[in-house]
Each structure stands twice: as structure tokens, then as C-alpha cells.
């Protein structure tokens, strides 16, 4: 799994977004970019067709309105007694105020704020 963002990332989701994530164009689009990081896995061979991607997963969230537009929290690095404030994150508003959370907000404890949360 490979983890982008900023300005890579509005670059690639921008050039994509309007495709058919299934098409070939779409793709060439991200092979074109991810491969030279992907080649130089250990044990990469061309040749072999399971180091080749057989799809890529490339979310549109960045350009979603109701995702905030790509926003995301996360926990920096330093950040002391965080437990407290997930806590607080996990009980809610206690009452049901139609707002529904998915991903990173519905990861177990350890995952909270990361890519693996997220996904």
C-alpha cells in the first residue's frame, strides 16, 4: 500500500478523477506513476507477473465535499497523553445527531489517525 498526499496527490486524483477507475487509461495513469517506486521492492522482477499490479485503488475523496475535501486527522509526532482526547473522540455527543463517521473514525484504538485506521 502506498500512502500520498498533498500535492502528489492532488496532481494524480485530479488526472484520474473524471475516468472509469476500471478503464486501462486510469491504469496507465497510476502504473505510470507508481512503478518506479514499486520496482525497487526487494525481489521486483519484471518478468514475473505477480510483481506486476493486476489494479490500483485510487479514491476520489479529495475532490468530495461532504469528505472535507480530502481532510483527515492524525496524531503528530510528540503528541503527549492523546488516550484522553481519543477517548473523548470514541464516546461522541452521546446522542444521535445524524452524524455518521467511517474509516479512520471507526478503527479500533490502536488505528485511530493512521492510513491503516483509514482503510
Given at each position: 500500500m502506498f500512502y500520498i498526499c498533498g500535492e502528489n496527490s492532488k496532481t494524480i486524483t485530479s488526472a484520474i478523477t473524471h475516468l472509469d477507475p476500471y478503464s486501462d487509461e486510469c491504469y496507465d495513469g497510476l502504473?505510470?506513476?507508481?512503478?518506479?517506486?514499486?520496482?525497487?521492492?526487494?525481489?521486483?522482477?519484471?518478468?514475473?507477473?505477480?510483481?506486476?499490479?493486476?489494479?490500483?485503488?485510487?479514491?476520489?475523496?479529495?475532490?468530495?465535499?461532504?469528505?472535507?475535501?480530502?481532510?483527515?486527522?492524525?496524531?503528530?509526532i510528540g503528541l503527549e497523553h492523546a488516550d484522553g482526547d481519543v477517548k473523548t473522540y470514541l464516546e461522541g455527543m452521546g446522542v444521535n445527531r445524524g452524524i455518521w463517521f467511517a474509516g479512520k473514525a471507526t478503527a479500533p484504538f490502536a488505528a485511530l489517525g493512521t492510513v491503516t485506521g483509514a482503510y
Open positions: 502504473n505510470v506513476f507508481f512503478k518506479p517506486y514499486y520496482s525497487r521492492l526487494l525481489g521486483f522482477s519484471e518478468s514475473l507477473e505477480d510483481c506486476i499490479p493486476k489494479a490500483f485503488e485510487c479514491t476520489g475523496w479529495q475532490h468530495d465535499r461532504w469528505a472535507g475535501d480530502g481532510l483527515y486527522s492524525n496524531f503528530q
